[in-house]
T-cell receptor, first 118, second 114 residues
């Protein structure tokens, strides 16, 4: 089946530093990827839609200068949390929409990245 | 905002069928019903989806009412490993600015007990 990976799985950083999270579709092409954030005991909240070769579309209330998204290839999107603060601590999850093959248009999720900002 | 309503929690005995309901009374003609589940501290896992016909795969069955305003996910023989949060989502399949987006509600916490 379709596999989406995220790296790192867990990161702890100091306040004020920037953290990059990678999302890769391992066995399919994904022109569109999505980034979600999930706080403890809460549901997933969509942050932005990442489109290969173009600018990301951010959901209302999400700061695009704070959460930089780059989707440079059909299999890789990155989310950079800039100048991280403790309130940015969360579980970040990406998903990739398959644009080829028998699972066309299905969305597959990565395992998530746990970010802790001290 | 999520367009679905689910009970916050349900219990099920191991080996029995788990029937998880979902209301989506404002569903549009170009929206499918999707079910995902999330086991603690993992990414959501796709289960099944459908438009208006009942669907079955190796994981579950999906029953959609004729008016499409509600659906039921059926896990035929629940196991302890099925304990998870189950999300029912309606998704635009084509056209419009919401194309492909998944908007998660609060889901149903299903606890399967021995």
């Amino acid at each position: 089946g379709a596999v989406v990976s995220q790296h790192p799985s867990r990161v702890i950083c100091k306040s004020g530093t920037s953290v990059k999270i990678e999302c890769r579709s391992l066995d399919f092409q994904a022109t569109t990827m999505f980034w979600y954030r999930q706080f403890p005991k809460k549901s997933l909240m969509l942050m932005a839609t990442s489109n290969e070769g173009s600018k990301a579309t951010y959901e209302q209330g999400v700061e695009k200068d704070k959460f930089l998204i780059n989707h440079a290839s059909l299999t890789l999107s990155t989310l950079t949390v800039t100048s991280a603060h403790p309130e940015d601590s969360s579980f970040y999850i990406c998903s990739a929409r398959n644009t080829s093959g028998i699972s066309y248009n299905e969305q597959f999720f990565g395992p998530g990245t746990r970010l802790t900002v001290l | 905002d999520a367009k679905t309503t689910q009970p916050p929690s349900m219990d099920c005995a191991e080996g029995r069928a788990a029937n998880l309901p979902c209301n989506h009374s404002t569903i549009s003609g170009n929206e499918y019903v999707y079910w995902y589940r999330q086991i603690h501290s993992q990414g959501p896992q796709y289960i099944i989806h459908g438009l208006k016909n009942n669907e079955t795969n190796e994981m579950a069955s999906l029953i959609i009412t004729e008016d499409r305003k509600s659906s039921t996910l059926i896990l035929p023989h629940a196991t302890l490993r099925d304990t998870a949060v189950y999300y029912c989502i309606v998704r635009v399949e084509f056209g419009g600015t919401s194309y492909g987006k998944l908007t998660f509600g609060q889901g149903t916490i299903l606890t399967v007990h021995p």
